[in-house]
């Protein structure tokens, strides 16, 4: 009886042995890769999309982690405290790396310090979106509405603190407006009651809305992005319209723990920019409404910084905390 | 008081504390809001004070009416089993499957006095075959299998 | 293209050797996940996500909605053998079911669930290829107001679901709703009762929570007192299923009734499954002349809930499909299936991808036969289970438990949540303190807060808006009535016991 326990412990070492004894110098056997929502969205979308392309590309074999919880900042916190030799990687976005930071009262890691860049991925603008019956023609109606009304021009968002509510909170403070926010508990639901005609529009991520505007149920006012985006050419952005230099969009990129090994993120990132470059891989990423990015470890970090100061002041001047 | 449904008085008061709690956090805590944008705390301060009233009726119905035997707990499968779950939870982080299911079946076997410790070693090798079959080969989900994170 | 046209084109696409392929490993897959307690069909459905990039569209989706409606019958096995729910949608089938396998009548509980299964499956396939885009339309009307009357609806409904006193049943369907509010706000981000833990932000995991009162309470309180060899073998026997003319007269009307409630929920974005089975639990009981028989072995408790169920599985397509609007994390998942494939999903795909369409609906009647044909010879498998002696099965049974929550979001956390829900469940049996209504609760609670905040905040706290717009008002009064019906019953009742 004890012999059949060692026997079967015996057979599980066996079937992850193959993944241990790898010649390669990096990296070494499978590379967790730690998405920090649950399956199913939009970061587990790119990541899987994302690794799909280097496994064939490269040879790596990776295993997707899926540890959502707490708006992203759960995985994070878990990549944050990973061993740095490069066998754990991560997608941040937006919300978990630039966000919640500020958002949040208090936060398990910080996003400037615990983790090294690699690779931004892909980015996408929010779009303002009414209802095909809607009495608004263009995003300067909407506006005018607001003003005269204000508090009166309901819209829906994905909810508080997302990327979607602050950059409307962005928007009004620089126009000057006051809309009545009504968030839902994800995108789906703020669509929904927007094509239903409940609220006046929605505010939410290219992605989770242009199958909409494609078949016509939902009408694109203006993309928050600084320019038009080629899945909507026909739709202005905010920048254009007179708000200069009001940009907003929605990102993710590769990071790991911090101080990760120099040769490490450059093989890392050559790998990343070579999959950026695939065109099936490009179509299944725009195909969504996303944009493809790419570039140095050097020039994410540059951004992020200014990512993480931008939405800083968007959330101090909404007001909205999270404790 | 004692010829009474002891049980159910006790328990009325205890849900009726707990339900005063919840609104007392609640309202404290929480911004109630107004009627237009409510707050985070009215609807659990509510509810609150909705189980306190509901644990104030049970104490009284319980009141009248006759004593009604105390129910009896055995110990030994509740903490077996309670305490096995915990240790699995604790396990399948930082060391892996294997040694958690390990840990798991050779706890929550001593719920019962029945199992000796060979039936309980063929079970264990039974179970970790089993997982590995079902969950990483034919569902194929990624629970490392050991692993050594402390 | 006419309608019979495009019903045998979707048959020529399901019916091709490799959608039938693809059609069978998803109802298997779905099978082995809906018996397994815990482990949830999302994190199945993702994990073979990225597969479906290289497969054709259509089986792409034959597939993972074989998935999807398959746990629906698998579901309902361990609640009728062990009182251990295989997916929280099938939790109420433990009422009655579990008393019924007690009786020495588990197979055919099992055989009828497939019935049950099949029946509702099929309604809810009519329903979706009939009515599509009507019902799409029509759930769209539906507002922040509606959605708030009919869950009170759901809940008036659904109070005396649990027999024994009903403070108790209302004090848990609060306790349910409480435990609902726990985690982030959605309209300020505010954690609430989350007191620094930041697994709780995203609130309590409804797999936890049933796993832990329904089956880790449950093992808990019969190790010991569940007898070895409780079971004649004559009840193991295929010829065991065999329902009586009893069952068959009792089973049709509780499977309409629940395939038409299914079929209702299922449609509308946000609720579904799990919704729909409690619901219908609550309308047979509700509606019986006897309703005393229920917690008891009552068939009807079973058939209900498991046609309402898989009625549900199969509509929720509705808004999927004919909107582009996921219902659930499931679906949303599906649609990403469909967008990858430069599909674009809304009113215009019946008419522009018809083969994908029909193809779909074609095989979701495939896959339920299939599902039928898979699942009977099993009973006898898992009925023979119960011949094991319950020292060797209930280490099997809670390994799956922890496994299987854990599973789900690849969180420790969830399964310390089953470990203190157990210890309350076993607290609650012990004072007699039903679970269903907890469960219930916990469903409903953030729906109705979610969307009564919601309706306040767009009438401007005028409550008006709940009676000024006609669906709502309509839901309320049925409601109202549902109300007063029950009070005047009781009354009747107590009159008749004073005079008697």
């Given at each position: 009886m004890k012999n059949n326990a060692l026997k079967s412990i015996a057979c599980a070492a066996l079937l992850i042995l193959p993944a241990v004894g790898m010649a390669q110098s990096y990296p070494k056997g499978s590379i967790d890769f730690i998405v920090p929502f649950s399956a199913g969205g939009g970061t587990d979308f790119a990541s899987r999309v994302l690794t799909e392309k280097l496994s064939e590309q490269q040879g790596w074999n990776f295993v997707i982690e899926n540890r959502g919880g707490a708006g992203g900042n759960?995985?994070?916190?878990?990549?944050?405290?990973?061993?740095?030799?490069?066998?754990?990687?991560?997608?941040g976005q937006?919300?978990?790396?630039?966000?919640?930071p500020t958002l949040y009262a208090s936060i398990p890691y910080d996003s400037l310090n615990d983790f090294t860049p690699i690779a931004l991925i892909s980015s996408q603008p929010m779009v303002l979106a009414v209802n095909q019956n809607s009495a608004y023609e263009d995003f300067e109606s909407l506006v005018a509405a607001a003003r005269e009304n204000p508090g009166k021009v309901s819209m829906s968002t994905p909810g508080s603190g997302t990327v979607s509510h602050l950059s409307m909170e962005v928007f009004s403070d620089q126009a000057d407006v006051e809309f009545m926010h009504v968030p839902y508990p994800g995108a789906a639901q703020a669509v929904t009651d927007a094509i239903g005609g409940h609220v006046d529009f929605v505010t939410a991520s290219l992605p989770s809305l242009l199958s909409h505007i494609r078949s016509g149920s939902l009408k694109a006012l203006a993309v928050t992005s600084a320019e038009r985006n080629a899945a909507l050419p026909d739709v202005p952005s905010i920048a254009e319209l007179g708000y200069e230099g009001f940009e907003a969009s929605d990102w993710k990129a590769v990071v790991g723990p911090a101080g990760?090994?120099?040769?490490?993120?450059?093989?890392?990132n050559a790998a990343i920019n070579q999959a950026l470059q695939d065109e099936r891989l490009i179509e299944t990423i725009e195909s969504e409404g996303s944009t493809v990015e790419g570039g140095s470890a050097d020039e994410l970090e540059a951004y992020l910084q200014a990512e993480y100061e931008r939405?800083?002041?968007?959330v101090s001047t909404s007001g909205a905390t999270v404790e | 008081m004692l010829n009474r449904d002891i049980v159910d008085i006790i328990t009325g008061m205890a849900l009726a504390a707990l339900g005063l709690i919840i609104a007392a956090y609640a309202s404290t805590h929480y911004n109630l809001g107004t009627l237009q944008r409510m707050g985070p705390g009215m609807v659990p301060m509510g509810i609150g004070l909705i189980i306190a009233l509901l644990g104030i009726m049970l104490s009284i119905g319980g009141a009248s009416r006759?004593?009604?035997?105390?129910?009896?707990?055995?110990?030994?499968?509740?903490?077996?089993?309670?305490?096995?779950?915990?240790?699995?939870?604790?396990?399948?982080?930082?060391?892996?499957?294997?040694?958690?299911?390990?840990?798991l079946t050779l706890i929550t076997s001593l719920a019962d006095k029945q199992l000796r410790i060979k039936t309980v070693l063929a079970l264990i090798a039974f179970l970790i075959?089993?997982?590995?079959?079902?969950?990483?080969?034919?569902?194929?989900?990624?629970?490392?299998?050991?692993?050594w994170a402390f | 293209?006419?309608?019979?046209?495009?019903?045998?084109?979707?048959?020529?696409?399901?019916?091709?050797?490799?959608?039938?392929?693809?059609?069978?490993?998803?109802?298997?897959?779905?099978?082995?996940?809906?018996?397994?307690?815990?482990?949830?069909?999302?994190?199945a459905i993702s994990m073979l996500f990225p597969i479906t990039f290289h497969m054709e569209v259509t089986s792409a989706l034959i597939m993972l909605a074989g998935i999807w409606y398959g746990t629906s019958y698998g579901g309902s096995t361990a609640s009728i053998l062990l009182n251990v729910p295989g997916t929280p949608a099938n939790a109420v089938v433990c009422l009655d079911g579990y008393p019924m396998a007690q009786k020495g009548r588990g197979a055919v509980a099992l055989f009828m669930t497939t019935v049950a299964s099949f029946v509702g499956g099929s309604i809810g396939i009519v329903i979706l290829t009939l009515f599509a885009p009507v019902i799409a339309q029509y759930a769209l009307s539906m507002g922040p107001a509606e959605y708030f009357s009919l869950m009170l609806l759901g809940l008036i409904a659904a109070t005396g679901i649990a027999d024994g006193s009903a403070v108790k049943g209302f004090v848990m369907v609060m306790l349910g709703i409480f435990l609902g509010s726990i985690g982030t706000d959605v309209y300020t981000g505010t954690q609430r009762f989350a007191f620094g833990i930041p697994e709780l932000g995203d609130g309590i995991s409804l797999v936890a929570l049933a796993m832990g009162v329904f089956g880790v309470a449950e093992l808990i309180i019969s190790v010991g007192s569940v007898k070895a060899n409780r079971f004649k073998s004559s009840d193991l026997t295929l010829r065991a299923m065999k329902p009586t003319r009893d069952d068959m007269r009792r089973s049709w009307l509780p499977m309409l009734r629940g395939s038409s409630i299914g079929s209702f929920f299922g449609a509308l974005p946000g609720t579904g499954p799990s919704l729909a089975a409690f619901i219908a639990y609550a309308v047979e009981k509700r509606s019986s002349k006897d309703p005393s028989r229920f917690g008891k072995g009552a068939i009807e408790g079973i058939m209900a809930p498991e046609s309402a169920n898989n009625a549900a599985d199969q509509t929720s397509f509705i808004p999927t499909l004919a909107l582009g609007i996921p219902g659930s994390p499931t679906m949303a998942l599906m649609l990403g299936a469909l967008i990858i494939h430069g599909v674009t999903p809304g009113p215009a795909l019946m008419t522009e991808e018809p083969s994908l369409f029909w193809g779909l609906v074609m095989s979701f009647w495939i896959g339920n036969i299939m599902l039928v044909i898979l699942n009977v010879p099993l009973i006898g498998v898992w009925v023979r289970l119960l011949a094991v002696p319950y020292h060797l099965l209930f280490p099997v049974v809670l390994m799956f438990i922890c496994l299987g929550t854990y599973s789900v979001n690849n969180s420790a956390f969830d399964v310390l949540l089953v470990m203190i829900f157990g210890a309350l469940g076993v607290l609650m049996r012990k004072l007699a303190f039903p679970a269903a209504p907890l469960i219930l609760g916990f469903v409903l609670g953030p729906m109705m807060e979610d969307n009564f905040r919601r309706a306040m905040l767009l009438s401007s706290g005028d409550f008006a808006t709940f009676i000024n717009r006609p669906i709502s008002a309509t839901i309320l009064s049925i409601a109202a009535f549902i109300m007063l019906w029950s009070f005047f019953s009781t009354l009747k009742a107590r009159r008749a016991l004073t005079q008697g």
């Amino acid at each position: 009886m004890k012999n059949n326990a060692l026997k079967s412990i015996a057979c599980a070492a066996l079937l992850i042995l193959p993944a241990v004894g790898m010649a390669q110098s990096y990296p070494k056997g499978s590379i967790d890769f730690i998405v920090p929502f649950s399956a199913g969205g939009g970061t587990d979308f790119a990541s899987r999309v994302l690794t799909e392309k280097l496994s064939e590309q490269q040879g790596w074999n990776f295993v997707i982690e899926n540890r959502g919880g707490a708006g992203g900042n759960i995985g994070l916190s878990q990549l944050a405290r990973a061993k740095n030799d490069g066998q754990v990687m991560g997608m941040g976005q937006t919300s978990n790396m630039a966000i919640n930071p500020t958002l949040y009262a208090s936060i398990p890691y910080d996003s400037l310090n615990d983790f090294t860049p690699i690779a931004l991925i892909s980015s996408q603008p929010m779009v303002l979106a009414v209802n095909q019956n809607s009495a608004y023609e263009d995003f300067e109606s909407l506006v005018a509405a607001a003003r005269e009304n204000p508090g009166k021009v309901s819209m829906s968002t994905p909810g508080s603190g997302t990327v979607s509510h602050l950059s409307m909170e962005v928007f009004s403070d620089q126009a000057d407006v006051e809309f009545m926010h009504v968030p839902y508990p994800g995108a789906a639901q703020a669509v929904t009651d927007a094509i239903g005609g409940h609220v006046d529009f929605v505010t939410a991520s290219l992605p989770s809305l242009l199958s909409h505007i494609r078949s016509g149920s939902l009408k694109a006012l203006a993309v928050t992005s600084a320019e038009r985006n080629a899945a909507l050419p026909d739709v202005p952005s905010i920048a254009e319209l007179g708000y200069e230099g009001f940009e907003a969009s929605d990102w993710k990129a590769v990071v790991g723990p911090a101080g990760l090994p120099d040769d490490v993120v450059a093989t890392f990132n050559a790998a990343i920019n070579q999959a950026l470059q695939d065109e099936r891989l490009i179509e299944t990423i725009e195909s969504e409404g996303s944009t493809v990015e790419g570039g140095s470890a050097d020039e994410l970090e540059a951004y992020l910084q200014a990512e993480y100061e931008r939405w800083a002041e968007a959330v101090s001047t909404s007001g909205a905390t999270v404790e | 008081m004692l010829n009474r449904d002891i049980v159910d008085i006790i328990t009325g008061m205890a849900l009726a504390a707990l339900g005063l709690i919840i609104a007392a956090y609640a309202s404290t805590h929480y911004n109630l809001g107004t009627l237009q944008r409510m707050g985070p705390g009215m609807v659990p301060m509510g509810i609150g004070l909705i189980i306190a009233l509901l644990g104030i009726m049970l104490s009284i119905g319980g009141a009248s009416r006759p004593r009604f035997p105390m129910p009896s707990i055995e110990w030994r499968p509740l903490t077996a089993i309670l305490g096995g779950i915990l240790l699995f939870s604790l396990a399948v982080p930082r060391v892996g499957l294997v040694p958690a299911i390990f840990l798991l079946t050779l706890i929550t076997s001593l719920a019962d006095k029945q199992l000796r410790i060979k039936t309980v070693l063929a079970l264990i090798a039974f179970l970790i075959l089993a997982a590995i079959l079902i969950f990483r080969l034919a569902l194929g989900m990624n629970i490392p299998i050991f692993r050594w994170a402390f | 293209m006419d309608f019979f046209g495009n019903l045998s084109l979707g048959l020529h696409t399901a019916l091709s050797l490799s959608n039938l392929f693809y059609c069978f490993v998803g109802v298997f897959l779905g099978t082995l996940l809906g018996v397994i307690p815990g482990v949830g069909v999302l994190a199945a459905i993702s994990m073979l996500f990225p597969i479906t990039f290289h497969m054709e569209v259509t089986s792409a989706l034959i597939m993972l909605a074989g998935i999807w409606y398959g746990t629906s019958y698998g579901g309902s096995t361990a609640s009728i053998l062990l009182n251990v729910p295989g997916t929280p949608a099938n939790a109420v089938v433990c009422l009655d079911g579990y008393p019924m396998a007690q009786k020495g009548r588990g197979a055919v509980a099992l055989f009828m669930t497939t019935v049950a299964s099949f029946v509702g499956g099929s309604i809810g396939i009519v329903i979706l290829t009939l009515f599509a885009p009507v019902i799409a339309q029509y759930a769209l009307s539906m507002g922040p107001a509606e959605y708030f009357s009919l869950m009170l609806l759901g809940l008036i409904a659904a109070t005396g679901i649990a027999d024994g006193s009903a403070v108790k049943g209302f004090v848990m369907v609060m306790l349910g709703i409480f435990l609902g509010s726990i985690g982030t706000d959605v309209y300020t981000g505010t954690q609430r009762f989350a007191f620094g833990i930041p697994e709780l932000g995203d609130g309590i995991s409804l797999v936890a929570l049933a796993m832990g009162v329904f089956g880790v309470a449950e093992l808990i309180i019969s190790v010991g007192s569940v007898k070895a060899n409780r079971f004649k073998s004559s009840d193991l026997t295929l010829r065991a299923m065999k329902p009586t003319r009893d069952d068959m007269r009792r089973s049709w009307l509780p499977m309409l009734r629940g395939s038409s409630i299914g079929s209702f929920f299922g449609a509308l974005p946000g609720t579904g499954p799990s919704l729909a089975a409690f619901i219908a639990y609550a309308v047979e009981k509700r509606s019986s002349k006897d309703p005393s028989r229920f917690g008891k072995g009552a068939i009807e408790g079973i058939m209900a809930p498991e046609s309402a169920n898989n009625a549900a599985d199969q509509t929720s397509f509705i808004p999927t499909l004919a909107l582009g609007i996921p219902g659930s994390p499931t679906m949303a998942l599906m649609l990403g299936a469909l967008i990858i494939h430069g599909v674009t999903p809304g009113p215009a795909l019946m008419t522009e991808e018809p083969s994908l369409f029909w193809g779909l609906v074609m095989s979701f009647w495939i896959g339920n036969i299939m599902l039928v044909i898979l699942n009977v010879p099993l009973i006898g498998v898992w009925v023979r289970l119960l011949a094991v002696p319950y020292h060797l099965l209930f280490p099997v049974v809670l390994m799956f438990i922890c496994l299987g929550t854990y599973s789900v979001n690849n969180s420790a956390f969830d399964v310390l949540l089953v470990m203190i829900f157990g210890a309350l469940g076993v607290l609650m049996r012990k004072l007699a303190f039903p679970a269903a209504p907890l469960i219930l609760g916990f469903v409903l609670g953030p729906m109705m807060e979610d969307n009564f905040r919601r309706a306040m905040l767009l009438s401007s706290g005028d409550f008006a808006t709940f009676i000024n717009r006609p669906i709502s008002a309509t839901i309320l009064s049925i409601a109202a009535f549902i109300m007063l019906w029950s009070f005047f019953s009781t009354l009747k009742a107590r009159r008749a016991l004073t005079q008697g």
